[in-house]
């Protein structure tokens, strides 16, 4: 029953670096996404997916990139980290229907100095 | 674009007291889920609502999805310490895509 797996769970990384957050689901759900979550901001979507080689932008995609060459796989990249990318970051997917829920990962806190 | 906005943002209660938080959105929904988020865990889902008007209960939390499905709210009687978290209400629009409203941080005094 492993769901939504995220990692890793805690990164710091440092200024200009890059890194690959991964995000993985065996639950055959055709939409996955991304989010990042800062104090007072709530849940913010980043990029998701509707299916294998379809991706789109969410509200904040800027700094950001994604992939989904598989069904399970929807890994999101930081090209060159920012401080401003300093956050908990979270993956969920759900299955595209009307009446489903999203299934969220465990959560990858990111901290960029 | 979709815009889900929620109110209060933080709410702190006596254990006991009552709670509600509501969900407004710029659009007319297809429906609108509520999640559970509890101090350091991930956002788990609570409910979700289709019908206009819809009311649904899940003992001592009931949710109600407005009439012209663009607003809803969320209300807990007699709130209990293991209400502590951030409640989302979050809206489903097109290509399936998940807006999360800001949501409300409850905290319960013991």
């Known amino acids: ?113 | 674009g979709q815009q889900v906005m929620q109110i209060p943002q933080y709410q702190h209660v006596q254990e006991g007291e009552d709670f509600t938080t509501y969900c407004n959105s710029s659009t007319t929904l297809s429906n609108i889920q509520w999640y559970k988020q509890r101090p350091g865990g991930h956002p788990v889902f609570l409910i979700q609502l289709v019908k206009s008007g819809e009311v649904k209960k899940q003992k001592r939390l009931t949710f109600q999805f407005g009439e012209a499905k663009k607003n809803s709210s969320l209300h807990i009687t007699a709130t209990q310490t293991t209400d502590v978290g951030t409640y989302f209400c979050a809206g489903v629009g097109g290509y399936q895509k998940v807006t999360f409203g800001i949501g409300t941080k409850l905290q319960v005094i013991p």
Request: proline share 4%; net charge neutral.
């Open chain 1, 1 to 113: 029953n492993a769901g939504v797996t995220q990692t890793p769970k805690f990164q710091v990384l440092k200024t200009g670096q890059s890194m690959t957050l991964q995000c993985a689901q065996d639950m055959n759900h055709e939409y996955m996404s991304w989010y990042r979550q800062d104090p007072g901001m709530g849940l913010r979507l980043i990029h998701y997916s509707v299916g294998a080689g379809i991706t789109d932008q969410g509200e904040v995609p800027n700094g950001y990139n994604v992939s989904r060459s598989t069904t399970e796989d929807f890994p999101l990249r930081l090209l060159s980290a920012a401080p401003s990318q300093t956050s908990v970051y979270f993956c969920a997917s759900k299955a595209v229907q009307l009446v489903t829920e999203a299934f969220f990962g465990q959560g990858t806190r990111l901290t960029v100095v």
